[in-house]
Structures are given as structure tokens and as C-alpha cells.
């Protein structure tokens, strides 16, 4: 199933909205995901091969996010602490992976909209700050 069952306010349309928010994380993941495994294919790693590791990464994303502190929290109080990671080191993991999925010769989009939150980040210099100051480049008034 995808998203839950509850009352979002008057608005009948914000339900709509959460289930678009709900398929932007899910689509975006089935591409991520993919996306892997065509990378591990150009070194002749067979999906079956692939595939459960990196559905090892994807379950792994909730305990890593709950390790940290109340992203929501921070996300609505504008607060981007850097002490678990920054945007500088996530930046150059983008950038590792774009260079990676170039040299391999797959399609390198996606990596390159995530680098693409990363530098804007960087250029606006919040690198010292935690990876989630990326969401003021996706928001409409970055």
C-alpha cells in the first residue's frame, strides 16, 4: 500500500497531494533502485546478484534517517545541524556517482538532479550544514 488512511484538513485536495508526495518517493526509489543495478550490470554484476543488497540499502533508510534526530522537526524549524553529515559530503558522493554513472555509459539523469540539489547548496554555501538543506533547492521559493 502506499501512504495510510487519515484526515489531512477540509481541503479535499491535500489528500491527493499526499498520495502525489507518496508516489514521488516511491517512483523515484523504483529509478534509484534500477538505476543501481544497471550500474552494477556494466561490471558484470547480475541483478539477482544486485538486487538484494540493494534492497538491503533501501530498507536501511528509516533506521539511518530514526539514528539521527526529528528530521521533520528540523525540516519545519529551518534547522540543518552538520554533526551526522553534511552537505559537502553528501555533494561529493553525488558527484562520485554521476562521474561513476558516466564512465559505466548510463543514463546519468537522476544522479545529476541529485548532484544538481547539492550544488545549489554548496554555491549558496550551507556545506558545513546537514544534507537536508537540499530541500530549499526543491522548494518553490529556493
Do not use: C
Not at 32 to 38: F, K, N, Y
Not at 57 to 74: H, K, N, S, V, W
Not at 83 to 91: F, R
Not at 107 to 120: E, G, I, M, T
Amino acid at each position: 500500500r502506499i501512504g495510510s488512511v487519515r484526515y489531512l484538513g477540509e481541503d479535499p485536495g491535500l489528500a491527493q497531494l499526499m498520495y502525489q508526495a507518496n508516489l514521488d518517493v516511491f517512483l523515484t526509489s523504483l529509478s534509484a533502485l534500477l538505476h543501481g543495478v544497471a550500474l552494477l550490470e556494466t561490471g558484470g554484476i547480475k541483478p539477482t546478484a544486485a538486487l538484494p543488497e540493494l534492497m538491503q540499502t533501501l530498507a536501511g533508510i528509516p533506521p539511518m534517517l530514526a539514528a539521527g534526530e526529528d528530521l521533520a522537526a528540523q525540516l519545519e524549524a529551518g534547522e540543518h545541524p552538520g554533526h551526522l553529515s553534511t552537505v559537502t559530503m553528501m555533494g561529493a558522493t553525488a558527484d562520485h556517482l554521476v562521474a561513476a554513472s558516466e564512465a559505466a555509459g548510463i543514463d546519468a539523469d537522476l544522479p545529476r538532479a541529485v548532484q544538481a540539489h547539492y550544488a545549489w547548496a554548496r554555491s549558496r554555501g550551507h556545506g558545513a550544514e546537514n544534507w537536508s538543506r537540499i530541500i530549499d533547492a526543491i522548494r518553490p521559493y529556493a
